[in-house]
């Protein structure tokens, strides 16, 4: 039954029109439940079906799931397993600010910031020449934005 669950997901994912985003969250984890290499898709896909779902609760449960197989995500094996993880832990924070967990989004935002550095890129080699880590974060509940050193402004 799973390997045809699978089959199923990997239709899914290759179908010519591309899945909608609640379909491509379910084959990703179909997907990633035996073959860790799509934890980067699923995660990828939470974050975005969180930004376009209407309901806070469902939302803080999409980037919490996001944050849990972002942290699973090996380093040696996929250069962007930390870029995942900063976007998920962003999410995360911005809906427990919005659902009045401030203390819980405060500890989500300072793993952010221990995580997020201008020279992530660089560091890994990666092609990307402009991306967040040259920006300025954005500011979270009332906070200004925070400005990291040796970055533009």
Not at 94 to 108: D, F, I, V
Request: some cysteine; proline content about 7%.
């Amino acid at each position: 039954m799973l390997i045809d669950a699978e089959h199923i997901a990997r239709t899914v994912l290759l179908s010519s029109t591309g899945p909608d985003l609640t379909a491509e969250v379910w084959a990703c984890r179909t997907l990633a439940a035996r073959t860790p290499g799509h934890r980067s898709r699923l995660v990828s896909a939470l974050l975005r079906l969180e930004r376009v779902t209407d309901s806070p609760g469902t939302r803080l449960r999409l980037a919490e799931e996001a944050v849990a197989n972002a942290r699973q995500i090996d380093p040696a094996q996929d250069h962007h397993a930390t870029d995942m993880l900063i976007w998920a832990l962003y999410a995360l924070q911005r809906n427990l600010h919005a659902t009045g967990r401030t203390a819980e989004g405060q500890a989500a935002r300072q793993e952010f910031l221990d995580r997020h550095h201008p020279d992530l890129h660089v560091a890994n080699s990666c092609p990307v020449t402009v991306c967040y880590a040259d920006k300025d974060l954005p500011p979270v509940g009332g906070q200004p934005a925070v400005h990291r050193p040796g970055t533009a402004r």
